[in-house]
């Protein structure tokens, strides 16, 4: 089992800056992939970025250039630090976690909403 406690989102105006963080506990030993999610309403959830095991990342293209995914090993902590913010980024961002096994956890979510 693994719990994802997350942290940081809120309002902020277009072009703004929002740091999410998500903090992993239980059996972080066998995580493989670290990444954040989003999701509108009426919309399916879509991958933000994704960072592995190694260091390798993965963007959707919509935000690339502007958020950047790191995982802190020490703090078993993931991070999207999120720049240049757009009103089309307001969303439900979730944090997940897959374990080598597959079986993958979710976080609880955490609202950004990107407004003047």
């Known amino acids: 089992q693994v719990q994802l406690v997350e942290s940081g989102g809120g309002l902020v105006q277009p072009g703004g800056s929002l740091r999410l963080s998500c903090a992993a506990s239980g059996s972080i030993f066998s995580i493989v992939a670290m990444g954040w999610y989003r999701q509108t309403p009426g919309k399916q959830r879509e991958l933000v970025a994704i960072?592995?095991?190694?260091?390798?990342?993965n963007y959707a293209d919509s935000v690339k250039g502007r958020f950047t995914i790191t995982r802190d090993n020490a703090k078993n902590t993931v991070y999207l630090q999120m720049n240049s913010l757009k009103p089309e980024d307001t969303a439900v961002y979730y944090c997940?976690?897959?374990?080598?096994?597959?079986?993958?956890?979710w976080g609880q979510g955490t609202q950004v909403t990107v407004s003047s």
């Open positions: 997940n976690v897959r374990q080598s096994s597959n079986l993958q956890y």
């Open positions: 960072i592995i095991s190694g260091g390798r990342t």
